[in-house]
């Protein structure tokens, strides 16, 4: 017996049609109506059943990507279903993001819940009270998706300038990133990030970078290059603001920190020395993660090699740690589960290094006050303010040297 196809239009109207009779049919006339019903159209079984059950009748489908369909009789029309947040508050938001260092959704959460009031009493927003009430419950989620046309990034790989000190390698012990568990506040990380500009020749300038493993608290320092006297005065320059003790030190197996020098005041000072494993970076990665986030994202990939470059960068600095410090959440890793080759990782709630700090309780009354009346003077767009002001005067010295440069290696070729 052949079948014969008939045509989309007479199949809707024999559809509607026989969807008619199948509804008030009894039970074996339905059998009956759906023998024929699948004989003249070819349709499967179980589709003819649930064809001829549904035909016109509304139904409301919503998709993954927002929008929401009414399927009636047959046909489906679509409704976009309106935004939760107006292009205002998309604004305001990206505002907010901006002057916190472009973070991922989970920290800026964190930045709305704890420092809401603060942020409102800035006059730099004038946010309307609808704008700050959905900002007060936008979930991380959803700010990620709303910025991801604004976020950029860079996948630029430096260059390690790491060279072996084999001098009292044997009197340094080593420590690896899994001993860590059991850090208090005041136990570094340090590593060197230099600034080369792609050309390695001559003396040029690097930053010291100093991490607290319990906190994330983070201290930058720029040196006019890797010696180890201007290193060592680094550390010492650090230790002087550090809100908390100086309890222990960890840095690679460079020499601009292995060497007789440090590990003498180490030992006057009572300062646990120890170094990591050579050629492995994740020994170090409490202060490795932040040599990206701290240091090459404010002053970029330029090379810095003039004194003034260097006076300028610490100028920077000193309002950087601040950011970070007071301002900025991080998330700390704390549990790493695998299963097979699958790997599950759990973070804490992301809060900034000063709480983590007064957190700790390793700090004195006295302490504490002098913290929080610190925090309370300090405004974070006035320093967002000042840190794009000296990021511009560094990008400006950069060019000026630049052509100074070009102009002298024509005046020569002439």
């Not at 704890?114 to 009430?133: H, I, K, Y």
């Not at 208090?184 to 990380?189: A, H, I, L, Q, S």
């Amino acid at each position: 017996m052949v079948k014969v196809r008939l045509e989309l239009s007479t199949r809707n109207a024999v559809t509607r049609e026989t969807s008619r009779r199948y509804r008030k049919a009894g039970k074996k006339e339905k059998g009956r109506i759906l023998n024929e019903f699948i004989e003249l159209t070819g349709y499967n079984r179980k589709y003819a059943i649930h064809i001829l059950a549904n035909w016109g009748k509304r139904k409301l489908i919503a998709h993954h990507n927002g929008t929401l369909e009414v399927v009636a009789g047959g046909k489906r029309k679509t409704y976009t279903r309106a935004p939760t947040y107006s292009p205002q508050v998309k604004a305001a938001l990206v505002k907010v993001w901006k002057i916190y260092g472009c973070i991922c959704g989970k920290r800026l959460r964190s930045v709305f819940k704890g420092q809401l009031a603060l942020l409102r009493n800035c006059r730099t927003f004038d946010f309307t009270e609808s704008v700050w009430e959905k900002l007060s419950r936008i979930s991380a989620g959803t700010m990620d998706r709303m910025l991801k046309t604004e976020r950029e990034t860079t996948a630029i790989k430096g260059r390690s300038y790491t060279k072996p000190g084999s001098m009292l390698k044997h009197h340094i012990p080593i420590r690896r990133a899994s001993d860590w568990d059991d850090a208090v506040p005041g136990y570094f990380e340090i590593d060197l990030v230099g600034h080369e500009g792609g050309d390695a020749s001559g003396d040029f300038a690097f930053s010291l970078n100093m991490t607290d493993v319990a906190t994330g608290w983070t201290e930058p320092v720029a040196l006019k290059n890797k010696a180890q006297k201007w290193t060592f005065e680094g550390i010492l320059e650090v230790r002087k603001r550090l809100p908390m003790k100086l309890r222990g030190i960890d840095s690679d197996n460079g020499s601009e920190f292995i060497n007789f020098h440090l590990y003498k005041y180490c030992q006057s000072e009572k300062i646990e020395f120890t170094r990591s494993r050579p050629n492995r970076k994740n020994d170090n990665c409490y202060v490795e993660q932040k040599n990206y986030s701290v240091i090459r994202r404010y002053v970029g990939y330029f090379r810095y090699d003039t004194d003034d470059e260097v006076s300028l960068l610490n100028e920077l600095y000193s309002q950087v740690r601040l950011q970070i410090n007071y301002f900025l959440p991080s998330m700390k890793l704390v549990e790493k589960i695998r299963v097979g080759s699958r790997v599950t990782k759990k973070y804490d709630e992301a809060r900034t290094p000063y709480q983590r700090l007064l957190e700790s309780g390793i700090l004195t009354v006295e302490e504490v006050a002098k913290a929080e009346n610190k925090f309370l003077i300090l405004n974070p767009v006035a320093i967002q303010r000042k840190i794009c002001d000296l990021q511009d005067e560094l990008e400006r010295m950069v060019a000026r040297k630049r052509r100074n440069k070009t102009a002298g290696f024509v005046r020569r070729a002439n």
